[in-house]
């Protein structure tokens, strides 16, 4: 993408209403524009981010066996009444009239329509288990919106549902996802920490917050520090054996603020006590029967009518841009792991209009296009110090600068915008280094 | 994906309520739920077309050009006052109020916020041109929702706004944007014309829809025959050129009803004159300074101020499924175009528990995911005949069809949805024609 085809409007000034640096960040540069209250437009920039997420989660939903399928963003408030949800939500539930007087609501969660979906197609046992997610648009009524795309009122958000035919099969679907989340996090370049928590409106008893340490977090959290730098299990766990990788984790300490218990956590030996603050960034719920009984969500079994045990599991993919932006920033801007980053290369002209200068550059935006990179292409007529600003502010992974100097004698720069390093190396040679490198 | 651990819920019986084969079969190949009135569900079938189309869309908007972003689905009350028509706009607009009593809305299209954010973020003429769109959820509350997705209420439409410093560069941008829709519904495999039509409350002087004839279409349409199968003028036309793919079509007779003119429809040819019935697919408009005057979208120009003149373009992302099915169908239920179905490949095996036939099932479904074909493997227990009537409903272009006998000759059946044609060859023999299709 040449810079001048496309539309980057970036701010010069720190804006006043944002008080954490995720959201002075994704506003400086043009990621997303706030239309009403906790409510954003994504700009060009931003939007590319949250594909790339988009995309991560999707691929690590497909490798654990999940079924995408897309639910729509209104819903009837009688749905809600039949497992006794609507009148127990609350202000935060946007509550919607039509034309004909229907009481609808714009959908905070999706368990009763999942569990309605479910009830009206599958019948038998055989058909488990089963695992559907859908990523849709969701709006919850925020007294006090705030932290820009953190807590925002419309928001993304991905949530699968699980549907076991007992407890047992539930918990290995709640591994499943346990160990998803451990792999979707990872890949973004972030360290999740799965931590019990408060079960809330979704109800049920079982349930782990997965959490990114930051200072700007909402909620005070408290681990075992070897939980923070565990690895994940990585795509080739043997899928059907995934308890261990539930144990490994959960035998050490880990609550939020709500489930946090002093006693069990002095246990903790002195130096491995961890308290912090944490930004959430998936949670995951078992809650057997609590919508399948009142809702009728049964399937033939072998000896006759099950109810079935079912699992939420949500990620906020709106939220994660944020959460992203603040583990992994710096006094010059985001620094962007190279999974989600917007492009995977900003190409600096620092004279456009040299014809050396310019046929290089356009000989460097083909063969990285080629190669399947996505390229910026900063071909504006900007000074130098401004284009390395703007680049090192919106933080491309890599960026290959050209100049006439270096051209002359055949080198161009490449500078890792994570390290800062820059190395002056011959054109063909960074050429082939950036293209060689895996997609 | 293997059927058994898909999720393709499909009906036994047609659906009463059904008025049109659209309708009957997306609801038939489990494809589509309805959740209220005109609200639907996509189930994993159906998802997968929808995203297939997206994907369509998305390519052929880069190249004409276009920025994707993403606006939220609900807005403000007040800035649709800013542009006079928050009255206007009538019943079929949603209207919302949040716990704090503010006035929102659910966008039945976005003129108002993209001009919000256009006059927020450009200041320069030498900005332009520029063309912005998305792809969202909209909420149109029909008075009588019908036909399915083809009238829905909560359905998902591309709009794309243009940004010129004048008529003239704005009727090369809705130039643009008219190529790129023939592009698009031709690679659908879709013959779309575009016609005179009614600009209605978008606004303007100039507007065409494109339509896509077919008996249960809404409305009815006039036009010259040679259109309808007039070619696409494809990805390689001059993009700085585009007038006369403009007026080698608007110099045939093309009108909706609304814009219908029987003298000058008189003039066509008798046996050139076609009056039919249409499905809308695609509506575009330029409509200057309607929205920029009142809400001041202006630029600097060289000479001082400058009103930009815009233009708006939809597509109906979800109504375009029914447009497909009501275009490409047979008794035996839908047939896919290869460019939008939801898979390239039904792999069916005629006798799962067979060694011969689950090893050459095995064999032939690695190497078509490996050869990027996105395979359906049928490998439930069904009696053969039920496996084929649900494969022809469902509609993929390809069954591969693997039983003991051909087998046990070194041969299977290669069978083509849309011709019914079947050829028995043998296993390698298919296979490496399957894999060498071009994705």
Avoid at 8 to 19: D, F
Avoid at 162 to 178: G, H, I, L, P, T
Avoid at 219 to 244: I, R, T, Y
Avoid at 259 to 279: E, T, W
Wanted: hydrophobic residues 40%; aromatic residues 10%; charged residues 30%.
């Amino acid at each position: 993408m040449r810079l001048s085809r496309f539309f980057l409007p970036l701010l010069k000034e720190n804006p006043s209403e944002a008080q954490i640096v995720s959201h002075r960040l994704m506003l400086r540069c043009g990621m997303i524009r706030q239309e009403a209250a906790g409510i954003y437009a994504w700009l060009p920039l931003g939007f590319k981010v949250l594909k790339k997420i988009e995309k991560i989660v999707e691929e690590e939903m497909a490798r654990a066996g999940s079924i995408q399928l897309l639910m729509p963003t209104l819903q009837l408030a009688d749905l809600w009444r039949e497992s006794g949800r609507y009148e127990d939500y609350g202000q935060e539930m946007l509550r919607i009239k039509d034309r004909h007087e229907r009481e609808m609501l714009y959908g905070p969660t999706n368990e009763e329509m999942i569990t309605e979906i479910f009830r009206g197609t599958v019948k038998s046992y055989k058909d488990l288990p089963l695992n559907l997610y859908h990523i849709q648009w969701k709006f919850r009524d925020e007294q006090r919106p705030r932290f820009g795309v953190m807590r925002g009122r419309e928001f993304l958000m991905k949530d699968a549902y699980s549907f076991d035919v007992d407890e047992a099969a539930a918990r290995r679907s709640y591994n499943r996802m346990f160990t998803a989340y451990l792999n979707t996090f990872a890949r973004m370049g972030l360290k999740a920490v799965p931590m019990r928590a408060d079960t809330g409106p979704i109800g049920g008893d079982l349930s782990h917050e997965f959490i990114i340490l930051a200072d700007t977090g909402e909620s005070a959290v408290f681990c075992h520090k070897d939980l923070v730098d565990m690895p994940a299990p990585g795509p080739d766990v043997d899928w059907e054996n995934l308890q261990h990788v539930f144990d490994e984790r959960t035998s050490l300490y880990a609550a939020t603020e709500e489930m946090h218990n002093p006693d069990d956590f002095a246990k903790v030996p002195a130096d491995k006590q961890l308290s912090a603050r944490g930004i959430e960034v998936g949670h995951i719920f078992y809650f057997g029967e609590k919508y399948s009984k009142p809702m009728r969500a049964v399937v033939n079994g072998p000896d006759g009518e099950i109810t079935v045990h079912m699992g939420s599991y949500g990620i906020g993919v709106s939220r994660l841009l944020g959460a992203i932006i603040e583990a992994s920033h710096d006094d010059n801007g985001i620094i962007w792991p190279e999974s989600v980053a917007p492009f995977d290369v900003a190409l600096i002209n620092l004279r456009p209009g040299d014809e050396a200068c310019d046929a290089a550059c356009e000989k460097a935006y083909k063969a990285l296009n080629d190669a399947g990179r996505d390229v910026l292409y900063n071909d504006s007529d900007e000074r130098p110090g401004a284009k390395f600003a703007s680049m090192d502010l919106i933080g491309i992974p890599w960026q290959l600068i050209v100049g006439p100097k270096g051209l002359a004698e055949g080198n161009v720069e490449l500078k890792n915008r994570a390290t800062g390093e820059r190395q002056t190396a011959p054109f063909d040679d960074v050429l082939a280094q950036l293209t060689a490198k895996k997609v």
